[in-house]
């Protein structure tokens, strides 16, 4: 698995983007992926997740908002996210897992390097 985050950038709060990261493995349906974000000066903080058959979780503070979801013919996973705050600037990350279905950065095996979100007030 090797994952590649794309689509960062600058929005103004009330905007949207859409994060996407791509796998050049040849697995990527049999992983969990998700995503997660670091804030200046905080820890790495789960944001959703989404099965091989597209079930979801999210973090509480993005429901509503940020949408998951996964290509797997194209090894492609994207957050879709609206209404944006300026709280949600961070670096976002994509992650697998092949243990399962969970919020905890512990299960998750491979990541991207990250794509930096940057919300403007």
């Known amino acids: 698995v090797q994952l590649q985050a794309f689509g960062g950038g600058v929005v103004q709060a009330g905007g949207s983007l859409r994060l996407s990261c791509a796998d050049s493995?040849?697995?990527?349906?049999?992983?969990?992926m998700g995503w997660f974000r670091q804030a200046p000066g905080k820890e790495r903080e789960f944001v959703a997740a989404?099965?091989?058959?597209?079930?979801?979780l999210y973090q509480d503070s993005v429901k509503g908002r940020f949408t998951i979801f996964r290509v797997n013919a194209k090894n492609t996973v994207c957050l879709q996210m609206a209404s944006l705050k300026p709280e949600d600037t961070a670096v976002y990350y994509c992650?697998?897992?092949?243990?399962?279905?969970?919020?905890?950065?512990?299960?998750?095996?491979?990541w991207g390097q990250g794509t930096l979100v940057t919300v403007s007030s």
């Open positions: 989404i099965t091989s058959g597209a079930r979801t």
């Open positions: 493995g040849r697995t990527f349906s049999a992983y969990v």
């Open positions: 992650a697998a897992s092949s243990s399962g279905f969970s919020r905890l950065i512990s299960e998750y095996n491979y």
